[in-house]
């Protein structure tokens, strides 16, 4: 079956802009978790939706927002984009709780 | 909120020796503690998994264990082979969702 798939890979944007992330997870899987990578602070939680609702929540500031659709798709936007949102965005399919949580390619942002 | 730490950062093993690394954990109610593997610009795979109700947990080369009273836990991985060589993340989840917690990642490089 096909893994989680992410879009775009790349994207590069400018200090203010904002940003708009796609995760499609397994099929049959309705939990979607996003996490930001990057050198210094390694792999954070940003949010999780399950059933097209807000589950779980890291401390990330407002700026980060997600939504998820009723084909349990998910979307992250990122709003005034500063230097520091740089990193590669995953996003993790879960079948059943506290089983594997499947990655995405990521998404690798840059902000210029 | 949870924090894991995770040790050492980076480890460095001839072929065929064993690697282990640490990882420790502040919150009781975590219940889930999966390894990642995470090879250079690629996404984190699962390697192994325990969850608390178990004290070890061996698959072939690569084995977990547990100490719940010390909330600590460990990656055990012995005859390691040049294709071990990659990121290895320690994780932990309170249950009910999506979660994860990261440790901050060991580098782990096997020479020939």
Redesign the interface.
Known sequence: KAGVTQTPRYLIKTRGQQVTLSCSPISGHR???W?QQTPGQ????LF?Y?SETQ??K??FPGRFSGRQFSNSRSEMNVSTLELGDSALY?C???GA??T???????TRLTVV | ?ENVEQHPSTLSVQEGDSAVIKCTYSDSAS??F?W?KQELG?????II?I?SNVGEKKDQRIAVTLNKTAKHFSLHITETQPEDSAVY?C?A?P???????????TQLKVEL
């Open positions: 939990s979607v978790s996490y390694g792999l954070q939680f999780e399950f589950r779980n890291g401390n995953l993790a399919s879960m709780e506290d594997e949580a499947f990655f995405g390619q990521g | 909120g219940n889930y999966p990642y690629k996404r984190p795979q699962l998994d969850r993340f994780a989840s249950g009910g969702g999506n979660k994860l917690t990261f440790g901050t990642g």
